[in-house]
Structure formats: structure tokens, C-alpha cells
């Protein structure tokens, strides 16, 4: 997961949140919908390591991920998968506040990423690179992480943001395309805009727009999921090959019906 947008705290949809997941084409996953052995959980799967970096579960329960960019810097000796964090988030029964807080007793086990997990008791962030390091509660209001800290303003977050603050909250459910059209924005940032991440400058380049498409590296899917205040959670999933092309769409609604 490379950038995601989150509204919180819509009357009728309470979480609202709207991203992109960007990965190796190569690095194998399974496509959005219920889990096999766990029909209460929905999201797609990253089938190398076992975990997933966006989905939601029946309650009002979802979490995401992103992985913190930070190029040089190695992994602690035997990191476990950063996916398991939304994983394991999404199979158990800990509340969001007392999920976070366990796992921030021992962050620095895993690289650099930023972890927000929510419940019908509220939505909290976790990131082992906040040089705070803690544990925040969000409140309601409208953020886009990318893979730096949370609302860090570089040009794609600005260009999602601004896109997707203009749309309804109904158009998550009722247009989705719209939101779709959104997150698919391939505009990249002039050469003098870019942020220094380590990166060389095409590389920085090409990642500087909401919406990558590469041969090696891009924007495998983009995924939709809300929230009704009444905890139903509905979820939308976008495929793409490696030229960008639209190539399937996946999801589903927790707890069975569409809301």
C-alpha cells in the first residue's frame, strides 16, 4: 500500500477510506473478498508472505498499512512481514486502542511502517518512525498517508487529497468509479517539487504520482472501503496489470448484503 485517503466521521458513513496499493507485478496475491476459513474478513492477500495491507471485517473492524520509505536502511534481523500487522489485526477480537498500543511494546521488531487500525470505539495510528512514538487516536476529519508520517504533503497526497475532498461520501458506495477515477491520477511531480527520500531522482519521479505504472513496480489495485454507522462494511477492489490497464474488479459486503 503506497497512499490512502481516510474520512472520518461522515453521520451515515463514519469511515470512509479510498487507496492504492503499490508492489512488485512479480510478488504474488490473491484478489479481494472473503478470507477461505474466515468468512467474517475481507481483503486481498499477499500470498508470499501471508499477510494483506488493506481490508475490513464484520463489526466495523479494518485496518491498513504502509510501508515507511526509507532506501539504505535495513530490516531488523528476522522482521516478520509488516502485512501480518493488519493480518492479525483483522482475525482477532482486540479492540483498535489495545491492538496498537501491544504492538507499539515492541514496534521496532519490524521496518518502518505506518498502521492504522479502527472499531466502532474510534481509529488509531501507529507508526515505528513518528519520532513521538505513540499512540494516537485520530479524530474526525479527512488524512492521506502515503509512505512517509501521516498528512507529510508531498505532491501526491496533495493531488489525491484535493481530488477526493470534492467528491460526496455516496459516491464511495453509490459511484464508485468516481473515486476510482481519483485514485487512478498518473500525474507526476515537476523534478523541483519532489521529496528527497533517498531515492535517485527518476525513481523519485516516477513514484511522485498517486497512481504508478511501471513494468517492474506499480499500482496493483485500488481499493474502496466504508463504514455505515451501523457497522455494515462494504468493500471495493480494482485490479490492474502492468500497463495500468483495469483488469477486474473484487469485493464484497460484511456481513452479507449490500448496505
Known sequence: MCIAYLALGHPQWPVRVAANRDEYHARPSAVAGPWPGHPRVIAGRDLSAGGTWLGGAQGGRFALLTNYREPGVPAPAHAP????????YLLGTASAQAYCLGIGQDAQAWA????????RAGVWILSNRD???VVR???PGRYVLSNH??????????RLR???????????VRHPQRVFDALRDTTQAAVDQLPDTGLDVAREQLFSSPFIVDTQYGTRCS????????GRLWLSEQSYDP????????????????P
Open 149 to 158: 508520517l501521516l498528512d507529510t504533503p508531498w505532491p501526491k497526497s496533495r
Open 81 to 88: 512481514s509488516r502485512g501480518v500487522l493488519v493480518r492479525d
Open 223 to 230: 481499493t474502496l472501503l466504508s463504514i455505515r454507522a451501523d
Open 131 to 133: 519520532p513521538a512514538g
Open 243 to 258: 500497463a495500468g490497464r483495469a483488469v477486474g474488479r473484487h469485493g464484497g459486503c460484511l456481513p452479507g448484503h449490500r
Open 137 to 139: 487516536r485520530l479524530a
Open 112 to 119: 518502518g511502517f505506518n498502521l492504522i487500525v479502527g472499531d
Open 162 to 172: 484535493a481530488a477526493l475532498d470534492a467528491l460526496p461520501a455516496s459516491d464511495w
